[in-house]
């Protein structure tokens, strides 16, 4: 017997032979991204060996923790157990599901990969916490029976190859005293690794996907489910408070505002020398509109013809920001028009009701507020944060049957939705009520199936250019009818996207990922034009507000373009960890350990090129995100 054969089959032998299965399980899953990402990666020796060394780290960091219950087996198993036709049992059904945990994840990861081109993140713990809408949505859009078969397959095969040594280790003797050292022995691992490891250790690159490729996706799921929230002050780079409000009320200025007395908030008296306007507004949040997918940015596709058409008669953002790469963030800066804060976005914390938004702005001016979702309120918990902000919030539930064409895990057709919302504005109209109608579409969203006759894409082909052109296609049909009501000369409409289809680059925040296209569309109210200005996606509910022409008391954190100086424009991009600072064509980027790094970069490419620091710029990135961290915690950012 060789020195690896006395290995395998000691007592704590599983241990290892779980190490062989989980290192060889994340080689083959880390070689399979890195094949599907060659063209992105940019490979060198250094990069190629960092990815499958750092990666092998993880890798047995993970393993530590898996092989926890193992080592307690191994532990606790007497030597007499062995001889009993059970004693073996409960060690093989422990294999067994720790196996198809891991090769269920590796095939999630890869299919992971392929839609978001990082490994798991917050996207897939709230898949894991949204079972409905995320199995429903797997169902419809893979083939199950061949998913469920090919995994259970390679778990009896990996079993197999397994089985022999791991009888072979329990029935070697080992004493109690002797068992009990080396267990907890092996217990300093995986405490070592919860208390000293963290995700940030990969990031040795400046090419994203190699970072992301030497991370392990188990370990990030993780990560992501730990670290719902980041505390800004323990773990980014800092200043003192009353410099970054002395910055923030500077730049949050504008020529109809009065700032307050306390020097540790942006709150201002926002006043105009006309009434309000008596407008109606409806805000449509598109999920997933990238600005490439449009004609006007260069696409040929022509998934977007009606948008396209749109253009010469709107208000339109040519250069245009999302501030992060989900739904609830977008949800989040049209809502609060506050830049993102480290973590999940506030959407999904607690503590986040009865908070300044611009629902909470018309609501007691005479508006009917409204949050209209074609899917289930509960997911992503938009049900309790629109709920609890101003906003009465209607979902497929209150949706009429006879309105529905079509139905996905994710909820109804947009043309439902839609006319929905066209049932809603009549009834505040007959009522005498203005209206603020804030509607959130689904259809764009994997599997990417809709009402068969609406558009030249079938939607047997689940793509996302039939999904984008079916809601294009559905906000045409929505506006042509609203066109044939009273109400709407007197109502402007806001079309702009949650966020992009796609987040990942080659850099960490690549730009072009966050470029959307946002318009308004009044043609009796609002000049058409087109607005070249630097807009983040934390303007709009101001700049809206703007138009209304209301008088009120801001707290928030974006402002009205057209009422700023145009030396102050500056968008926020994130993702989860990293937070992004644009101005002046340079790119701040805040994230953990204090680290800090400035590029420059173009808007539509996806290079970023590395340049000193410009301590003015690194300021006031700092006095944004810090500044919006103290207001969220402080609970400066409630309604008043």
């Not at 004493?175 to 995986?190: Q, V």
């Amino acid at each position: 017997m060789n020195k690896m054969q006395k290995i395998l089959t000691h007592r704590f032998g599983p241990l290892v032979v779980l190490a062989i299965i989980v290192c060889a399980l994340n080689f083959i899953i880390r070689l399979t991204l890195l094949i599907k990402s060659w063209a992105d990666v940019e490979l060198s020796l250094l990069s190629f060996l960092g990815i499958f060394i750092v990666g092998l780290f993880y890798d047995l960091v993970v393993w530590s923790f898996f092989a926890i219950p193992v080592a307690f087996y191994c532990w606790l198993m007497k030597d007499s157990w062995y001889k009993k036709k059970w004693g073996l049992i409960p060690l093989f059904i422990l294999f067994s599901i720790l196996i198809l945990i891991l090769v269920f994840s590796a095939g999630g990861e890869i299919v992971f990969w392929d839609e978001f081109n990082v490994r798991y993140n917050f996207i897939a713990v709230d898949y894991l916490i949204y079972t409905t809408e995320v199995i429903n949505n797997i169902i419809e859009s893979y083939n199950i029976p061949l998913i469920i078969g090919s995994v259970l397959l390679v778990v009896f095969f990996v079993l197999f190859l397994i089985r022999e040594k791991i009888v072979l280790s329990q029935q070697q003797s080992y004493r109690f005293k002797k068992r009990t050292i080396a267990f907890f022995i092996f217990m300093l691992l995986p405490t070592a690794g919860y208390f000293l490891v963290n995700n940030w250790y990969k990031n040795f690159s400046q090419n994203n996907y190699v970072n992301e490729l030497a991370g392990n996706g188990i370990y990030e799921f993780g990560s992501a489910f730990w670290n719902n929230e980041i505390d800004f002050n323990r773990f980014y780079a800092t200043r003192n408070d009353t410099a970054n409000f002395t910055i923030l009320r500077k730049m949050t200025q504008t020529t109809n505002s009065t700032l307050g007395n306390d020097l540790l908030s942006v709150d201002r008296e926002i006043k105009n020398d006309s009434p309000a306007k008596k407008w109606n507004v409806v805000y449509i949040s598109v999920e997933s509109l990238s600005g490439e997918y449009l004609k006007h940015f260069g696409s040929t596709q022509n998934i977007t013809p009606f948008l396209d058409s749109l253009i010469p008669f709107s208000l339109f953002f040519e250069n245009f920001y999302a501030s992060g790469t989900r739904t609830v963030r977008g949800l989040e800066a049209l809502s609060l028009a506050i830049p993102p804060t480290p973590g999940q976005s506030i959407v999904r914390r607690k503590d986040n009701g009865d908070m300044f938004t611009i629902g909470n702005v018309l609501k007691p001016k005479g508006y009917d507020v409204r949050y209209i979702y074609g899917g289930n309120a509960f997911f992503d918990n938009m049900g309790k944060y629109f709920g609890g902000n101003g906003y009465q919030v209607l979902d497929k539930r209150d949706i009429p049957e006879n309105l529905v064409n079509h139905t996905t895990a994710w909820g109804v057709d947009d043309e439902a939705s839609f006319n929905f919302t066209l049932q809603q504005c009549d009834k505040s109209y007959n009522e005498g009520n203005l209206f603020f109608n804030h509607i959130m579409t689904v259809s764009n969203h994997r599997p990417y199936t809709y009402p068969d006759g609406r558009i030249d894409i079938p939607s047997s082909k689940q793509d996302f250019t039939g999904g984008v052109k079916y809601t294009d296609f559905a906000i045409n049909d929505f506006i042509k009818k609203a066109q044939k009501k009273p109400w709407f000369n007197n109502t402007i409409f806001v079309i702009v996207s949650d966020h992009c289809s796609r987040s990942a680059g080659k850099t960490d925040l690549p730009v072009n990922r966050y470029h959307i296209p946002c318009l308004i569309y009044a043609p009796q109210l609002i000049k058409p034009s087109i607005e070249k200005r630097l807009v983040s996606q934390i303007d709009l509910a101001p700049t809206v507000l703007g138009f209304l022409n209301q008088s009120y008391t801001s707290r928030f954190l974006g402002s009205d373009v057209f009422k700023r100086d145009t030396l102050n424009d500056r968008i926020f991009i994130s993702t989860y960890q990293d937070m992004g600072y644009i101005r002046n064509n340079k790119l701040v980027i805040l994230s953990p350990r204090a680290r800090v790094e400035m590029y420059s970069f173009d808007y539509f490419s996806c290079l970023n090129t590395p340049i000193p620091l410009d301590k003015s710029l690194v300021n006031e990135a700092i006095s944004w995100y810090q500044g919006a961290s103290f207001l969220y915690k402080e609970k400066k950012y409630k309604n008043k």
